[in-house]
Structure formats: C-alpha cells, structure tokens
C-alpha cells in the first residue's frame, strides 16, 4: 500500500531554518508531480509548492517565494521542502502530496496520495 510519510517539522524560532523530508513507501512516485500544502488551525488547506517528477520544474507560492524551496531526490524516493526565515504565520500541520499526473498543480483536490502530516510552529 502506498505511503507518504512527512518529518522534520518541530518548534522554532522566527527566523530559524526547517527541513521537511516525505519518503515514499510502499510504491515509487518518481514519475508523478509532488506537493506539499499546509493547513493552520480554523484554515483551509493551502498550496506551499510543487515539483514535476523530474525535478527540473517547480513553483512556489507567492507567500513562501524566496524563502521556501521544493527538491526532491528520486534515488532516495523522497521529496523536500527547504524552510528559512520562518515566520509565525508559517505555522501549520504541513502535508506532502502525490498526484497520478506527472505536471504540477495548485489544486488541493487534484492530488491522489496525502501523507499525514507534520506539525512546523513558528514563534515570534
């Protein structure tokens, strides 16, 4: 059975790095576009960033440009997500995604496979 499993989240502080790793278990997503969204408590849940199954494209949202990057590493079936200069409006349980499609998308709804989450909490 396919499993996506999320690390790396914790407690920090406001401007203090994170990385958050999603291993693959069950079956390979190297041919699939990957995500991770985030959800605050009372939120819906939010697109951070996406990947193509290659690697070579990815997009990020306007909240996390410049500070947050997407990578994956299909050798080790593992997706990441690079957090610096966090701020307390970054905190939320964070989730990685798989989706059937090799292409990326912002759409919550277009993904397949959903891990189950790792809590990031950012204080200021």
């Known amino acids: 059975q396919a499993q996506l499993v999320e690390s790396g989240g914790g407690l920090v502080q406001a401007g203090d790095s994170l990385r958050l790793s999603c291993v693959a278990k069950g079956r390979s997503f190297n041919d699939n576009a990957m995500a991770w969204f985030r959800q605050a408590p009372g939120k819906g849940r939010e697109f951070v960033a996406a990947?193509?199954?290659?690697?070579?494209?990815?997009m990020h949202a306007d909240s996390v440009k410049g500070r947050f990057t997407v990578s994956r590493d299909n050798a080790k079936y593992t997706l990441y997500l690079q957090m610096n200069s966090l701020k307390p409006e970054d905190t939320a349980v964070y989730y990685c995604a798989a989706r059937k499609e090799s292409y990326m998308s912002e759409n919550y709804y277009s993904y397949d496979y959903w891990g189950q989450g790792t809590q990031v909490t950012v204080s200021s």
């Open positions: 990947i193509t199954w290659s690697g070579a494209n990815t």
